[in-house]
């Protein structure tokens, strides 16, 4: 099973390991839908450069990691269900997000006085 990505810069073998929750989460479903079967979690990895070049690069199957995965998941799960949602603000993303005003209200900031704006 392969996830492909693109990267402004090669990736390394610590990188893929530390980017596979999702690649678990797909493998796991494979296991359970093809019992048997033998899965490889590798990520192709696009470099976006004047020369592109592509990485095959293997993640370890770690079940630690995936039960990790999924109770993250499932609390997340279980917050938007409750409809609990926490504002993340990020210099980034902030002067383009439409959810400002409502992420000021809960740090109890008019729209006037954001740190964002």
């Not at 402004?8 to 893929?16: C, H, M, T």
């Not at 596979?20 to 470099?47: C, H, M, N, W």
Request: glycine share 6%.
């Amino acid at each position: 099973m392969q996830d492909f990505k693109t990267s402004r810069s090669a990736w390394n073998e610590y990188q893929a390991e530390d980017q596979s929750e999702q690649l678990l989460l797909y493998g796991d479903l494979v296991r359970r839908l093809v019992p048997g079967k033998k899965v490889r979690l590798q990520f192709a990895v696009i470099t976006k450069a004047k020369s592109p070049k592509v990485q095959l690069l293997e993640a370890s199957f770690d079940e630690s990691k995936l039960d990790r995965t999924k109770r993250v998941f499932e609390s997340v799960w279980s917050a938007i269900s409750a409809g609990h949602f926490y504002p993340a603000p990020n210099l980034m993303q902030c002067s383009g997000c439409g959810y400002r005003s409502q992420c000021d209200a809960w740090r109890g900031n008019s729209n006037q006085g954001s740190v964002y704006a």
